[in-house]
């Protein structure tokens, strides 16, 4: 599997949530993508921005992204969870 595959059916699965502030995904990450017992970050980074962001209508913007790295996540499945915990004109 490529990850732009794995990036496609995140789209795929969260278009019918898009537009829900809560959502929740299972992935699956294959072990050769990992280095020794954790998967490699930018990856992980990647797949929780895609899944963010199909959570935002098309006119808002993200415009900026904080990860925090606070354990190693392990190849195999995984679950993807958003929720808005506020909202307003500037801030989602």
Known sequence: MQF??????????SAASAESAEAEQRIELPSGWSQGRAFF??????????????GVSDDQLIRALTVSFVAPMNAGEAILKRRILRQGKNVI
């Open 4 to 13: 732009s595959n794995l990036l496609a059916s995140l789209n795929a699965e």
């Open 41 to 54: 970050g930018g990856f992980s980074a990647a797949i929780a921005y895609q899944h963010a962001a199909n």
